[in-house]
């Protein structure tokens, strides 16, 4: 019975004559032994009747908590119709529904009321955790503070590692840090799991994350943090507190940079520009914005721009209007981009139409910020205008899909950060893929793993985001596509790991000498879920 109660052992009624007979299962289960094939057919069946995503997400999760093999099986083989589910746009309602939808607990939660005993607690865990996801739920997606509730996100990210990339769903650890919450709603919800308290801040925060920091890993030597949906104040500090002294990176920061780079390479192969002439203009100027508008910056660079043109080449709108020089309080990752010699504009419109940006990235979490008004401005002002709309979940993106490709008049190099359907204008028919750090950090891990790595550095993402635009083939271009198809998502990943690991073996941060075939190296330690 206890077989059949463990998710990472239990095949339900796979379980075959032998095994029944052997493992004292008979009677336990029906007669009839299934392939697995089967029951995933089942699953799929049952999940189609589902009239809600959100139906569709609790029966995926509760199929994950009955029998993992199996719900890792549905989820690499049909991933277009599963990660949707799992990950964003339902995740994101999932996690605001977390406490109404609550079964089994997944994950670890840490709460500041365990100061003092993180390391005695982290030992609970059964498993030997190699990669932990970590969130403090205060910018989840971007549906604000969450608190405890964020904790489908480390929960999505890790099924994501599991798929995408073959990372062994028991070296994963998803973590919720419980340091209460400052959204009125949950603190009076009746169902809200997390603690009912407003948010800890200041040193009381930063003492007690340093104890969760040093308490992990020492409780699992040489383990991966990936820090998941930190607010922007949190995030950029702990990023750059850890990460020469630990094996730590920022997903948000860092994994989001390497995919929309990867979408930009994308983008000039149709228009035939060049990175380092591009104007990008970005909606946002957080953790998103900064990240990728450091390491546009870089890949500039490398195309052999002086750093201050390349900066100069990137710009930022916050809340209070474009980013420039003089501006009074500007937060520390927005200066590289307060460039001098800009008079103050106070609206987006009106920074595209001073700045004429051949590209435009979205990622302030505003839905519908780019208005047919700013689509046509930027198809007048280039054939092929680049238009990223990354915030998430779908109800934040900055345009849909086809409103891109509609006001651009087909034209718009488009990449979303939640799916869309393709779209069909004028008998053309565009299939536009997400630009989405799910690109990135399945295969940033798993390479990060495989090579034990000390550190993951941000030549690691570089070489990621070339990794993924060599992934992208001419057909792929053709429909309008600026990254590879999901299914291809493993293979993809592999190639991202070995780009990674290699980094990590000529920097001399593996632990141990390279192998002579670094991608057999990934591949020999990646999960394939059969019984
Ligand atoms: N596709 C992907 O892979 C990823 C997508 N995202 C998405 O990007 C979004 C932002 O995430 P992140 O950068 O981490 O969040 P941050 O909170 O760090 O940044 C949000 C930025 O948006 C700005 N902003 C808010 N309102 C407006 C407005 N009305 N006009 C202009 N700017 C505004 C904020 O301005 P101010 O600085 O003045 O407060 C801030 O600079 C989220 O929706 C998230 O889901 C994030 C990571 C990955
Ligand atoms: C995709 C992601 O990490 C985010 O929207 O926060
Ligand atoms: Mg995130």
Known sequence: ?????????????????????????????????????????????????LPTDLEKYVALNALHDRNEALFFRVVVDNIDEIQPIIYTPTVGLACQKYG????????????????????????????PAKLIVVTDGERILGLGDLGANGMGIPVGKLSLYSACAGVHPELCLPIVLDVGTNNEELLNDPYYLGLRERRLTGEAYDSFVDEFMQAARKTFPGVLIQFEDFANHSAFKLLHKYRDEAC????????????????????????????RDQRILFLGAGEAATGIADLVVSAMMAEGLAEAEALRRNWLVDSRG???????????????????????????????NALKPTAIIGVAAVGGAFTPEV?????????????????????????????????????????????????????????????NNSYIFPGVGLGVIASRSRLVTDEMFMAAAHTLA???????????????????????????????ADVAFQRGLADGPAPNDVKALVQSQMYEPHY
């Open 1 to 49: 019975m206890t077989l059949l109660r463990d998710p990472l052992l239990n095949k339900g009624t796979a379980f075959t004559e032998s095994e029944r007979e052997a493992l004292g299962l008979r009677g336990l289960l029906p007669p009839c032994v299934l392939t697995m094939e089967t029951q995933a057919q089942r699953v799929l069946t049952n999940l189609r009747t």
């Open 322 to 352: 474009l980013v420039v020089g003089g501006r009074d309080g500007l937060s520390g990752h927005k200066l590289r981009y307060a460039h001098a010699g800009q008079a103050p504009v106070a609206d987006f419109i009106t920074a595209i």
């Open 100 to 127: 109404l939808i609550f079964q089994r607990p997944r994950g670890m939660f840490i709460s500041s009321r365990d100061r003092g005993q993180i390391a005695e607690i982290l030992k609970n865990w059964p498993y």
């Open 248 to 275: 730590v990176f920022n997903d948000d920061i860092q994994g989001t940079a390497a995919v929309a780079l990867a979408g930009l390479f994308s983008a000039l192969r149709v228009s035939g520009g060049k990175l």
């Open 375 to 435: 689509l046509k401005a930027m198809a007048e002002l280039n054939e092929q205008p680049i238009v990223f709309a990354l915030s998430n979940p779908t109800s934040k993106a900055e345009c849909s899909a086809e409103d891109a490709y509609r006001y651009t008049e087909g034209r718009a190099l488009f990449a979303c950060g939640s799916p869309y359907d393709p779209v069909t204008l004028n008998g053309r028919t565009f299939v536009p893929r997400q630009g």
């Open 470 to 500: 060599d992934c992208v083939g001419k057909e792929d271009l053709a429909q309008g596509s600026l990254y590879p198809a999901l299914p291809r998502i493993r293979e993809v990943s592999v190639r991202i790991a070995a780009a990674v």
